[in-house]
């Protein structure tokens, strides 16, 4: 069925295969900036970048990381926030054929000195509040050089002494080190012009990190071609173009800041508006100040958005679309976030998209004005997906859920040194091709939209029974007390596992048994008996993940340790 590729009639203006320049990332990037030098690249917090300067900046940067000693197939591990800095060391290091290893930039010492251990990275960026923590661990790690950046680097003079005065004053004065370079003097010297290393498109480019929250992380190795392909498919999807921006809200160590947010904005000539930290009340002002064509972000993300405020005096009639991903988009959370864009003068519908950081990010959306409830949408162009019957290769019918699989240029390369890992994941299938099997369940429909069921491992199996998490969260949320709700099986005697749900009430006063009940009752009148909770747990909020997911898993965790500590449970 997926040969036939049925999703194609929905492509409107998308064309059904790109032309992909066989180039690295650095020089795909020069190829924009010949075609646009004059316009803005990017933006962050009022300073403001054209395509001209943004390459003149990657070239002096390249030029004082080869000086240092940073050479082809090094790794150069960047953990920065959404920032000038972080952007131009990552097409500086592709420059000079170096993998960027993209980490958070709140990681703990313990995982910092994971990271770099097995990237084997003798360099790092960070900013100059985290030195700490990098010096701490550099004896136990291969790290030999540590460049600092400022926050204030690329700051106006009255935001410069602003930042200085406030959180300026809070970060510890670095001590003289050896190790340690600054940036902004880096930047400020000349050195020998480092010429592009000849670097394939099908090689190693950069290494991004599976979540890690449960078990430990695991390096995605990700080519040039595969950055590339994935950010011409999102720019042709979005027509991305010098008339449109992106406002760079989710982190660039995650896939989807820096697939789409970042390097597909690039590809398509646009203006990217870089955020640095996030919060409801910044994300706000930035949508009223720049007027972005996209917004692309978590569930989490738009939630907050349609509660907050400030968005009541902002004018959202620049909205070209709006995208959410990386989670399941709750029905209440679509409605009320379009319904606050159409008070304020916007025309867009919250759209579902699909991905994983095996893939880069996003490699599936819904196509602009053809919604389908429940749908994460159709593959972009040159991406082929299919669902299979669950542990094996076979093709399953229209509307049957199974595993979804996907193909084409966006695919990774491998586990960092997982070489089992990696086959467990990539598998040749008949037609010769080698498909990424996601670990996610779903169907698609017979015009080949997919539908998103739940990550195969969270799926709850209760009296035998099969029990969708999402599901269950989607009827909660439903309920008008409600505002956040997440479900995960616990261990049960009875039941091998039982349904549990954690809920945020929007008047917390309102928690207690009367409550849970109410809400039990609620699900025990649309759900079929076993998928209903059997506990609620009443919340001040839910844990969230690196790029503000809901985190299920670590609810899973203190549900585990609770009853280990009351002696009923010793898995």
């Known amino acids: 069925m997926y040969e036939k590729k049925p999703w194609l009639t929905f492509y409107s203006q998308v064309p059904h295969s790109i032309d992909y320049p066989r180039v690295t990332l650095y020089e795909a990037l020069l190829q924009t900036a010949h075609e646009r030098p004059d316009d803005v690249a990017y933006d962050f917090l009022g300073y403001t970048s054209t395509y001209r300067q943004f390459i003149s900046d990657i070239d002096s940067c390249a030029d004082a990381l080869a000086a240092l000693g940073l050479a082809a197939s090094e790794r150069i591990t960047i953990s920065m926030p959404t920032s000038p800095q972080g952007i131009i060391a990552f097409y500086a290091a592709n420059k000079l054929g170096a993998v960027a290893s993209m980490i958070h930039p709140l990681s703990t010492a313990k995982e910092i000195e994971f990271y770099l251990n097995v990237a084997k990275s003798r360099f790092a960026l960070t900013l100059d509040a985290f030195y700490a923590k990098f010096k701490e661990v550099k004896d136990a790690t291969p790290l030999s050089t540590l460049i600092l ?38 930047m400020k010297r000349s050195y020998p012009k480092a010429a592009p290393a000849r670097m394939g498109t099908d090689d190693l480019a950069v290494i991004l990190y599976s979540g890690g929250t449960t078990g430990v992380p695991k390096g995605i190795m ?12 999102v720019s042709e999807w979005g027509k991305l173009d010098n008339a449109t921006s992106v406002l760079a809200i989710l982190p660039i160590f995650h896939g989807f800041g820096l697939g789409v947010c970042i390097n597909a904005c690039f590809m398509g000539g646009g203006k990217s508006i870089l955020v640095p930290i996030f919060t409801p009340e910044t994300v706000a002002d930035l949508i009223r100040k720049h007027k972005p064509s996209f917004v692309i972000g978590v569930p989490t993300l738009f939630d907050a958005l349609a509660r907050n405020p400030k968005m009541s005096r902002a004018d959202l009639s620049c909205l070209k679309a709006t995208f959410s991903g990386a989670d399941m988009l709750p029905r209440p959370v679509k409605e009320r976030f379009e319904a606050m864009v159409k008070k304020q003068g916007g025309n867009v519908q919250l759209l579902e998209g699909y991905g994983l950081t095996e893939a880069v990010t996003a490699i599936m959306a819904t196509p602009i004005g053809s919604y389908r409830e429940g749908s994460i949408g159709v593959p972009f162009p040159d991406m082929l997906a299919k669902i299979v019957k669950l542990e094996t290769l076979e093709e399953a019918p229209i509307g049957e859920e199974g595993e979804i699989c996907v193909a084409g240029p966006a695919v990774m390369l491998g586990y960092l040194d ?68 997440c479900v995960i099986g616990v261990p049960d005697e009875a039941q091998v596992q039982a349904v549990k749900a954690f809920i945020v009430l929007k008047n917390p006063d309102e928690a207690g048994a009367a409550a849970e009940k109410e809400l039990i009752d609620y699900c025990r009148e649309h759900l079929i008996k076993w998928s209903c909770p059997r506990f609620v747990e009443f919340r001040d909020d839910l844990p969230k993940t690196l790029v503000g997911k809901i985190a299920y898993n670590a609810l899973e965790k203190q549900e585990i340790a609770r009853l280990k500590q009351e002696g009923k449970f010793s898995g």
Do not use: C
């Open 222 to 233: 990700l080519s040039n071609m595969n950055f590339i392909s994935e950010g011409k498919m």
């Open 149 to 186: 950046a400022r926050i204030p680097d690329y700051l106006g003079f009255v935001k410069r002494i602003g930042f200085n005065l406030t959180k300026g004053r809070l970060i510890p004065k670095v001590p003289p080190d050896p190790m340690v370079k600054w940036w902004a003097d880096l």
């Open 418 to 485: 997982q070489p089992e890992e990696t086959a467990n994941t990539l598998k040749t299938h008949a037609d010769g091709r080698v498909w990424l099997h996601t670990g996610d369940i779903g169907t698609m429909d017979e015009d080949g939209f997919f539908y998103f069921k739940l990550r195969q491992k969270r799926m709850i199996k209760s009296s035998g029974m099969n029990v969708y998490p999402a599901q269950v969260e989607e009827l909660l949320y439903r309920h008008p007390k409600v505002r956040d709700a």
